[in-house]
Each structure stands twice: as C-alpha cells, then as structure tokens.
Nanobody, 124 residues
Framework: QVELVESGGGSVQAGGSLRLSCAAS????????MAWFRQAPGKEREGVAA?????????NYAPSVQGRFTVSKDNARNTLYLQMNSLKPEDTAMYYC????????????????WGQGTQVTVSS
C-alpha cells in the first residue's frame, strides 16, 4: 500500500508560480514511478507530468505545461514535487499525485495509488 499526501496548492495570479509537494509513504517500491494529474470541474482527469526514477530518469509532460512545469523527486524524502511557473487561468484544477505505474505514463488508468488532491486556482 502507498499513501500519498499533496500540499502546496493555493491561489495565485496569472504569471505567478507555485510548488506542489507529494509525500509518499508505505511500500517505497511502488512509488518509484510517480506523476501529477489534474482535474477541472466537468472535465476528465488529465496527466500533467510523470517521472520514473529507475528508467533512465524518464520524465513526460503534457504539451500544455511543457516548458512551464518541472517534475522532480527527492528520493531520500520520498517526495515528489511539481514546480509550476508562468501559471495561466487554464491551469486552475485540483491537482492529484499518483504512484504505482509501470512507467512514466500520462494515462490515468495506469496508476494504482492516488492522493486526495490539492487545489490550484489561477486568476486572470
């Protein structure tokens, strides 16, 4: 079992920055792959960024956040981060941390463990 706890969400103006954190606990073998997803009201949950620390450090980003967001992991603390810069109103969503996929995929159904989410609101 893996427990994921997100933090760092909040409200910012367009162009601002936020850094999300996801603390993982439990079976660390199942959190070698981790990812960030987001879901706005009425929309499907979509992959934002994913990381596989043991597969050549593979990182995948959604085209909409490429160049603005950076995913990283502090392995010693079992904590995943998402640095979000140049935020846009369309980035407004509940952001979820995920773990337990076999690769750094942005496909939602590939992930077995989920956090409760942290809200990010970007005003124009």
């Amino acid at each position: 079992q893996v427990e994921l706890v997100e933090s760092g969400g909040g409200s910012v103006q367009a162009g601002g920055s936020l850094r999300l954190s996801c603390a993982a606990s439990g079976d660390t073998q199942k959190s070698k792959t981790m990812a960030w997803f987001r879901q706005a009201p009425g929309k499907e949950r979509e992959g934002v960024a994913a990381l596989d620390v043991e597969s050549h450090g593979v990182k995948n980003y959604a085209p909409s956040v490429q160049g603005r967001f950076t995913v990283s992991k502090d392995n010693a603390r079992n904590t995943l981060y998402l640095q979000m810069n140049s935020l846009k109103p369309e980035d407004t969503a509940m952001y979820y941390c995920a773990a337990g996929a076999v690769s750094a995929t942005l496909v939602r159904r590939a992930w077995n463990y989920w956090g409760q989410g942290t809200q990010v609101t970007v005003s124009s």
